[in-house]
């Protein structure tokens, strides 16, 4: 049950999923359900439209500055619907914690401090860990004689794209793979690959349908189709 002042946040990652309403609508029914009992004040909201990837991903985010000054003005507590809203860099986390401003996430609203800090470092190490795995499945590939390009690049030769799709799914099988044993349903995995800061191909977000299509591939990659 929430008690006391808060200011709300609200993020999506680019200006185009900020002009669809993409993620932002979700946000706000986050907020609202963690709001729907006890004494509470929602003094402002904040919105913003910014990656904020980097080194200074905070120095990126004026909205965040302007919301964290209101909660030191107002001694409230700054509100987010999901914990990857603010970053999934455990140094960026680390900064906010240093700020003396109080922030809760109403996907973990019992969480600690120290606990969002381990969840933090072990999101930015899991997609480490998936990064380095493509790295190796490409460089096996061009070990191999494959020649590959960025998939983006790759519309005018079809074989071609078929083994850059390889690659990648053979990548991500390993934590795919780990997702199945624990019994994620396919939108709770791609919920936790966009938590994770894993990109698809082209470098985007995952959908149901991309998702689907890497799952598909892997028992041909693996060998075990």
Same mark, same amino acid.
Not at 22 to 37: F, I, P
Not at 39 to 56: I, P, R, V, Y
Not at 88 to 96: K, Q
């Given at each position: 049950?929430?008690?006391? /002042? ?13 002009? $669809? ?38 120095? /990126? ?11 030191? /003005?107002? %001694? ?7 914990? =990857? ?13 240093? $700020? ?35 790295? =190796? ?32 799914? $053979? ?25 994770? %800061? ?6 985007? =977000? ?18 075990? %189709?």
């Amino acid at each position: 049950m929430a008690n006391g /002042k808060f200011i709300a946040y609200y993020r999506v990652s680019t200006a185009k999923q900020g002009q $669809s309403g993409l993620g932002m609508d979700a946000q706000r029914e986050a907020v609202t359900r963690y709001l729907s009992g006890g004494q509470w004040e929602l003094l402002a909201e904040f919105e913003e439209h910014e990656s904020g990837k980097g080194a200074d991903a905070l120095g /990126k985010r004026a909205r965040l500055r302007a919301a964290m000054d209101a909660c030191r /003005k107002h %001694g409230a507590t700054l509100l987010i619907a999901k914990l =990857d809203r603010l970053a999934r860099n455990v140094h960026f986390v680390s900064g906010l914690m240093e $700020s003396k401003v109080r922030f809760l996430a109403c996907d973990m609203p019992e969480a600690n401090e120290l606990t969002i800090h381990i969840m933090a470092a072990f999101a930015e190490h899991e997609a480490k860990r998936i990064s380095q795995r493509t790295k =190796d499945a490409l460089a096996a590939a061009k070990a191999r004689g494959v020649k590959l390009g960025k998939p983006e690049n790759l519309r005018g030769n079809v074989a071609e794209r078929m083994v850059a799709a390889d690659v990648f799914a $053979s990548g991500l099988a390993q934590t795919l793979r780990g997702y199945q044993a624990a019994g994620l349903s396919q939108r709770r995995m791609v919920e936790e690959l966009n938590r994770l %800061g894993i990109r698809t191909p082209k470098g985007g =977000d995952w959908h149901l349908a991309q998702l689907q299509r890497v799952l598909a591939r892997i028992p041909a990659v693996l060998n075990d %189709g």
